[in-house]
């Protein structure tokens, strides 16, 4: 069983590097100004920066992947192989909700009509968003599984804890003050992304509020529902409500719906959000929208506070502490039977 899964953990690793590939080419491109895939080839110095950014993010899901399968990758710190997965499971899960959410809508009622201002904003060539986004697509697919197993390895205690199981300690009530104050940022997010999503207006960009359509909706109504899966998934969590029940769903649906929050909200604010450099972007009017997108990324950092505490006292717990090349169980093993986590994979 193990070594069946060291292949596929290996397999879907290599799958996610290769789903890279395409992505980082464009964007080296793009970086040394050739117009490829580029309707206004001068739209591109404005987004020299931008570019950057998401190469390296890229860059960082490469080295992810590279990490679940080499044996230095187990030896790693924790924090320094699940910060960034965390960021790419929000980032990579929301794109795989929302375009098959979009593609669904397009078949059931239809391509939307598009004026003749809205082709002529649209700098990128129809070919680029197939590449981008299918590619994004097999890479989250691909990077879920690989951790997926990872986690597994390393951390096998954890996946088959109960709620009850985590520890009782003098910070929980820290816990429980950055979840609630975490699920009350993140009900008013949802509840601005459901409005907009259900067609208001109000607080939108001029702009934005003109060009609104079916993806913008799909994309702010996934927001809505994650933000609020996310907040109670945290709850049920810190305030240990179904202590019976195994803690992989929760932490599951807590730790995605939180990486999407801080991931997107994150990233629009540094991309869009209060940017008066990138012209003409919708999202590039400070405002309302940007609090909304403040709130998303303070509501994903309160709740990454609220389990990284909660976390590390359970590695720190009786029985529970972390071996030396950082697994889930005494001297280095990875839980109950004492299996080498240094086999082959």
Known sequence: MRRKEDVVRGAAAGIAMAATVPYLTLKLLWLSGSPVGVRDAKALDGLWTLNLLTFGMEVVALLLALAFVRPWGRRAPAALVAFPMWVATGLLGTILVVVPLDLLGSLVFGAEHRTAAQQADDGLAGWVYAVVYGGFGVQGAALFTAFALY????????????????????????????????????????????????????????????????????????????????????????????????????????????????????FLLVAFGTSTTVPDLPRAVPGFLALVEAGQFTAGALMLAAGAVALTERGAAPGRGAGPDGTDGPDGTDGPGGADVKSPG
């Open 151 to 266: 986690a597994r390895r390393r951390w096998t205690g954890l996946l088959h804890d109960r709620i009850g199981d985590l520890p009782d300690s003098p910070t929980r009530n820290v816990q429980r003050a950055f979840a609630v104050v975490a699920a009350l940022v993140a009900l008013g997010v949802a509840t601005a992304r459901a409005y907009w999503a259900a067609g208001g207006t109000v607080g939108l960009p001029l702009r934005m509020a003109e060009e609104y359509d079916r993806s913008m909706a799909t994309m702010d109504a996934t927001t809505a529902v994650t933000a609020v899966a996310a907040a109670l998934a945290l709850l049920v969590l810190v305030f240990r409500i179904g202590p019976r029940r195994r803690l992989r769903v929760p932490l599951l649906v807590a730790w995605t719906g939180a990486g999407s929050l801080f991931g997107w909200g994150g």
